[in-house]
């Protein structure tokens, strides 16, 4: 047997950090989409559970979604009647957030995992240009903020825009498998469900080609966690010292990161590729008083 | 051992504010019922969600 050398250390690194990701990623998708027997007869999950949001996308019009999704229930509850702010949701994601950052993205996130199988199989891969990562946010700020609180009708309810007119969540996880068991639902799609279709075909081509592509450039949860991966508790740092420059960490990353210059980027989803690949050990993803590398 | 300073104070009582803003939110969110809007609205097909809206 021959012996080891810094590269074998560096892939048998890579491989146990990735099996470890993988496997939190499988327990928070079988978790938040446990109902898998509601897709037979396409009805919804009406329990408990979905008083509690999802860290993550998961649309709450999957037959199989135990938790509801946190930009859904924003929309919904800023539109109603009652309400034109969700303190409840808002609140939960700020939490979220300030504690975790967009290591919910890397981990716990069901429509992350999605797209990452996606991305494994064969398909000429590109790499995205960078102004398309700002599109989140203006997606953000006028279909979730904006749109359900001012667009409303003579009740005063506004509806969930984003869901309504973008989210290609909803029309993969909630309406093929809804549209496929209920025929009474087939008969009411018109122009709008061509246009959501439209927008998920090019979101699957677009996840075939580029590492989360809805990630990078649509999500609007990512955009709220990116922005507080700067204050967040779980975080990366970056031992100076020790860096040689050599850039793997970022030939690594699946986001397009930095690390070194940027560890505290808003794209950054905490996946941990760059902290395994290092051969300094130059780089660590730890809470504040815990070390976790 | 030099890792960079990932929290400055302006950082951490950022976070700490947050947070705090955040569990006001979610407790005063409960408190007003919107978990009952939230479900009301997740228990049911959303035909916006499904692209039929
Ligand atoms: S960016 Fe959105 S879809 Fe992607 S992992 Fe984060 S929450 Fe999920
Ligand atoms: S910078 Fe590192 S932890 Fe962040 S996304 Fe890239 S590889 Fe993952």
Redesign the pocket.
């Known amino acids: 047997m021959s012996a080891w050398n810094v590269s074998d250390w560096g892939k048998c690194m890579k491989i146990r950090q990735e099996v470890k990701r993988k496997i939190v990623q499988i327990a928070a998708f079988g978790f938040s989409n446990s109902y898998l027997c509601n897709f037979a007869g396409g009805q919804l999950y009406k329990g408990r559970w979905k008083q509690f949001c999802n860290p993550g996308m998961n649309c709450y019009s999957c037959p199989a979604a135990r938790l509801s999704c946190p930009i859904g229930a924003m929309q919904a509850v800023s539109g109603s009647m009652n309400f034109s702010v969700s303190f409840y949701v808002t609140g939960f994601v700020l939490a979220v957030g300030v504690l975790f950052g967009r290591a919910v993205c890397g981990f716990v996130c069901p429509f992350g995992l999605i797209q990452e199988l996606l991305y494994k199989i064969p398909f000429p891969k590109k790499k995205l240009w960078k102004g398309f990562i700002y599109v989140k946010y203006i997606l953000l700020a006028f279909f979730v903020l904006l749109l359900p609180v001012i667009h409303t009708n003579e009740l005063g309810m506004g509806a969930p825009a984003f869901c309504e007119y973008i989210c290609p969540v909803g029309t993969l996880e909630g309406g093929l498998p809804l549209l496929a068991t209920h025929p009474e639902l087939r008969k009411v799609v018109g122009a709008l469900f061509s246009i959501k279709a439209c927008i998920l075909a090019l979101t699957l081509v677009g996840c075939l080609a580029i590492c989360r592509f809805f990630c990078k450039v649509m999500c609007p949860l990512g955009a709220i966690y990116g922005i507080l991966n700067k204050i967040s508790l779980y975080h ?1 740092e970056v031992d100076k010292e020790r860096c040689i420059s050599c850039g793997q ?1 970022h030939a ?4 397009d ?1 930095d ?1 070194v210059k940027t560890p505290d980027s808003a794209e ?8 395994a690949c290092c051969p300094k050990e130059a780089l660590a ?1 730890k809470f504040r008083f815990m070390d976790f590398r | 051992m030099d890792w960079n300073k990932g929290s400055g104070w302006k950082r951490q009582a950022a976070r700490g504010l947050v947070f705090l803003a955040a569990a006001g939110m979610m407790a005063w969110g409960v408190y007003r019922g919107e978990m009952t809007v939230m479900l009301g609205k997740a228990v049911n097909v959303c035909l916006e969600c499904i692209g039929l809206g």
Not at chain 1, 268 to 275: P, Q
């Open positions: 990366m960490c690594e990353c699946p986001m990161v690390p950054c989803i905490r996946c941990g590729k760059c902290t993803l």
